[in-house]
């Protein structure tokens, strides 16, 4: 009975902290991210202030999604701390609770934050990501100025006797609508023949339809022409596929996108390492709550530690790192995505399970 009081008054306490930390970061992302927004946007023809308020509000889920893992070392830290320095933690000692028994509410919150950016956080950054990604290019479409991609498409299409490769440096709609284009046209032997240089190509019912066109061949002066077109194979769904970004798909569309990319014969990598990451968070949550717990609960008179909580948050920082490290490792296919993903978080709760282990029993 009195394990049972004891365990839903610490999981009571983590969650009302966890919920004040989420409140006050996603405060802090707003307003960060709003005076971003409207230094970029204030010039942009539609642009409101209603309007980057609005945007802001749908980039906060992905912004925040990125934090939690951090987020969670933190609140176990605060939490243990606080209830060290009521002695409260001293009390559960001594009414005969081992530190596994008063540690499992904290664990199970951490899992249960876990599970809630996993089914709710995530699904509302992936639609918000996209709502807020329509009404940028809404703007820069009324002010004539596109957005420059950080992530360049190049695609290469065999249609016939026609072997060219296509890129831009910005896109819409899925990728039929490509923006500054280059399509580069080979031989059957591999050698260039022809690049064409346009300012905008979309992508039609068999061809792409080039506008504003510079071509340049090997034999010939660079000659301007008002558009051509370039046969090709390529279907809207094939690119919507192979040019999204993971982090815009929601988890329960992931499984789905998966097979749709395979069927196209596109690589799945990145697809699958953020949906085993999505798939392993709440348990690196838990790991996260076993490295606090290793720094947080030796008794202090006055105060912790601060080389000890300094160490605590070196090695969350560490281990947070590392995720992101072998994700992308993972995301290019150095390593196998499930691999990639799971050893860090199975490691790190071995490690944090191994410490309290030699702390409290020796």
């Keep these: 009975m009195i394990a049972r009081t004891l365990s839903l008054y610490f999981f009571r306490r983590y969650i009302i902290t966890a919920i004040w930390f989420f409140l006050g970061v996603c405060g802090i992302i707003f307003l960060a991210d709003f005076s971003e927004t409207s230094r970029r946007m204030g010039v942009m023809v539609g642009y409101t202030v209603p309007g980057g308020l609005l945007m802001t509000a749908l980039r906060l889920p992905l912004i925040f999604q990125q934090t939690i893992p951090t987020l969670t070392l933190f609140i176990g830290m605060t939490t243990l701390i606080a209830l060290n320095r009521r002695s409260e933690l001293v009390v559960t000692r001594a009414a005969g609770l081992s530190v596994w028994q008063f540690i499992a509410p904290f664990v199970f919150g951490a899992f249960c934050v876990g599970l809630f950016a996993v089914l709710v956080v995530n699904p509302l950054a992936a639609w918000g990501q996209r709502m807020a990604s329509g009404m940028e290019t809404e703007w820069r479409a009324a002010s004539n100025a596109q957005k420059k991609s950080n992530f360049v498409p190049w695609i290469r299409q065999i249609s016939g006797k026609d072997d060219t490769i296509i890129g831009a440096k910005s896109y819409q709609d899925g990728g039929t609508m490509l923006f500054d284009a280059v399509v580069v046209h080979f031989d059957q032997k591999g050698r260039i023949i022809l690049r064409q240089d346009a300012a905008t190509a979309k992508l039609e019912d068999g061809y792409w339809q080039l506008n504003t066109v510079l071509e340049t061949r090997a034999d010939t002066p660079p000659q301007r022409?008002?558009?051509?077109?370039?046969?090709?194979?390529?279907?809207?769904?094939?690119?919507?596929?192979?040019?999204?970004?993971?982090?815009?798909?929601?988890?329960?569309?992931?499984?789905?996108?998966?097979?749709?990319?395979?069927?196209?014969?596109?690589?799945?990598?990145?697809?699958?390492?953020?949906?085993?990451?999505?798939?392993?968070?709440?348990?690196?949550?838990?790991?996260?709550?076993?490295?606090?717990?290793?720094?947080?609960?030796?008794?202090?008179?006055?105060?912790?530690?601060?080389?000890?909580?300094?160490?605590?948050?070196?090695?969350?920082?560490?281990?947070?790192?590392?995720?992101?490290?072998?994700?992308?490792?993972?995301?290019?296919?150095?390593?196998?995505?499930?691999?990639?993903?799971?050893?860090?978080?199975?490691?790190?709760?071995?490690?944090?399970?191994?410490?309290?282990?030699?702390?409290?029993d020796g």
Aim: hydrophobic fraction near 55%; charge should be positive; aromatic fraction near 8%.
């Design 225 to 360: 022409v008002a558009s051509a077109q370039v046969r090709t194979n390529l279907k809207p769904a094939f690119l919507r596929e192979s040019l999204s970004q993971p982090e815009s798909v929601a988890f329960f569309d992931i499984l789905r996108k998966i097979e749709a990319a395979r069927s196209f014969g596109i690589s799945t990598k990145a697809l699958e390492t953020q949906f085993h990451s999505l798939l392993s968070l709440p348990l690196l949550m838990v790991a996260m709550t076993l490295i606090a717990a290793t720094v947080s609960l030796k008794f202090s008179r006055i105060a912790q530690s601060r080389s000890v909580i300094l160490g605590g948050i070196v090695c969350g920082f560490v281990l947070y790192v590392v995720t992101v490290l072998v994700k992308a490792f993972g995301s290019s296919g150095v390593v196998p995505p499930f691999v990639a993903v799971w050893i860090p978080v199975v490691v790190a709760m071995a490690l944090g399970a191994t410490i309290l282990l030699h702390q409290e």
